[in-house]
């Protein structure tokens, strides 16, 4: 188990170097060395997303993460009208929508709502098996549930292809990219594509839900990010992309979120492919690493009084340094370090930025008038999810979404 991250490089640097990298930059990780085995099998899908998902690729997706965001904005606004207090299903279809559209070009609702689920009761698998410690067993419900994962969104695509149809996204990119008829290709595509739809939908799903939470509980915060954002962007519009680096403290929200709550703790397990010494001790070949990402994030000399959700310790200040960014420990580790993460933080900071212009998130009320507590409790198992809980999302101005909804206009380019 790594807890820390000093013992090899130096630690406060601007980056720092990260033993717990350089541990697992001679490991696999479970997940691959469960599910593919095959080195082959391995080295192709972290080609294929690194290709796909790099930072200078981005753009592609924002027309359907505009889209995404509307939709949930629109969920948001007539649940709440409804009284509705529970919100988990707008986010998990947010964060689902987005994937399955990038990974299968599959748009339509009705599809989406449907793998959503499958994604759903995959995780339910995941959690009650859950965390580490038997490897191996840990894994298998998910194992189970892995082949309707992967193949219902295939098939569809397939049928899409089929009929002409079909829309750029990952998998028909490298469909096209492979040879006619090499169907040892195609079958390792549609294992990628499956396991990564799994992978990216659950987390984002956690980060925004974790993020929603800590603004529900720190209105100042909220307040802050309110008046950035007011100043910035203005109350005519939605924020966008092109906002992103204007906003600091409304990225320094999403930064202490991952770190405060990370989505996997314990990260991935990964496993030692050579004999290795760490500190005067021998590490054989085969040995398994868990990196204690939480224990690292919650570092009190990197992150004073961290159980505190405090955005502003990212802020950068003239003449101070700015602790470790907890991107480098919130994705993983080494070669197999989370290559959605730019994706992924593209999803949160949109819908992040979009629902902070939008409404003032406040605790729920019981029909006697008194106000609802929710609780910061975290489900078990790899990936960590809030536990349920209720809040209200209250429009900041009334009668000028539908206004405000018509300047998202990049949204007609889109298919
Ligand atoms: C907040 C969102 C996310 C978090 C916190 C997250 C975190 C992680 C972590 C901790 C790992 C394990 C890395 C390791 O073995 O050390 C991982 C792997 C992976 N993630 Fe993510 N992830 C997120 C979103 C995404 C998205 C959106 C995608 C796809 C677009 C994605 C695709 C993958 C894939 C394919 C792997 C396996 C990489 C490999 O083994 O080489 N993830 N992620």
Redesign the pocket.
């Known amino acids: 188990m790594a807890n820390s991250t000093c013992a090899r490089g130096s630690y406060g640097s601007s980056k720092p170097a990260n033993a717990t990298d350089d541990l ?1 930059e001679k490991s ?2 479970y ?2 060395w469960t599910l593919w085995m095959g080195m082959e099998l ?1 080295s192709f ?2 080609k294929m ?1 690194h290709q796909y ?1 790099q930072p200078r690729s981005l753009a592609k997706f924002h027309p359907f993460q505009r889209k995404a965001v509307l939709v949930l904005l629109d969920s948001l606004i007539n649940l709440s009208k409804d009284g509705e207090t529970e919100f988990k299903g707008p986010f998990q279809r947010y964060a689902g929508s987005v ?1 399955l559209r ?2 299968y070009g599959i748009t339509t609702q009705e599809d989406q709502e449907h793998y959503v689920s499958l994604v759903n009761r995959a995780i339910l698998g995941i959690a009650q098996a859950g965390s580490h410690g038997n490897f191996l067993v840990d894994y298998l419900p998910f194992l189970k549930r892995v082949p309707s994962l992967r193949d219902e969104p295939w098939e569809k695509l397939q049928t899409s292809v089929a009929a002409g149809a079909a829309l750029d996204c990952l998998a028909t990119e490298n469909l096209n990219k492979a040879k006619k008829d090499d169907t040892q290709m195609e079958v390792m595509i549609r294992n ?1 594509t499956g ?2 739809y799994l ?2 939908t659950d ?2 799903a ?2 925004l839900l974790s993020t929603v939470l800590s603004l529900l509980h720190n209105p100042d915060v909220q307040a802050r990010a309110q008046r950035e954002l007011d100043t910035v962007v203005g109350t005519s519009r939605l924020p966008d992309f092109g906002d992103r680096e204007n906003l600091p403290y409304l990225e320094a929200i999403l930064t202490e979120s ?1 770190r405060i709550y ?3 703790p314990l ?2 397990p ?1 496993h030692s492919i050579e004999d290795d010494v760490y500190e005067g001790y021998f590490i054989p070949k085969g040995t398994t690493f868990v ?1 204690n ?1 939480w224990a690292i994030l919650h570092n009190k000399h990197a992150y004073p009084d961290p159980l505190k959700f405090n955005p502003e310790r990212f802020v950068q200040k003239e003449g101070e340094k700015l602790p470790p960014s907890p991107l480098l420990y ?12 730019p ?3 593209d ?2 900071w949109l819908a992040i930025a979009c629902i902070l212009a939008t409404f003032n998130i406040k605790k729920a009320i019981n029909q006697d008038g008194t106000e609802i507590e929710a609780e910061i409790a975290y489900t078990k198992g790899m990936v960590s999810h809030p536990e349920d809980f209720k809040c209200r999302f209250v429009p900041r101005s009334t009668g000028a979404w539908e206004n405000i909804k018509l300047t998202f206009h990049h949204v007609e380019t889109e298919e």
Do not use: D, K, M, W
């Open positions: 697992l696999i990780s997940i691959e391995r899908l972290r997303f998902f994937i990038a990974i990628c396991v990564a992978a990216a987390t984002t956690s980060l991952l990370p989505v996997l990260a991935v990964h990196a990402s919130a994705f993983g580790y080494g070669r197999r370090q989370c290559p959605g993460r994706f992924a933080l999803n949160a």
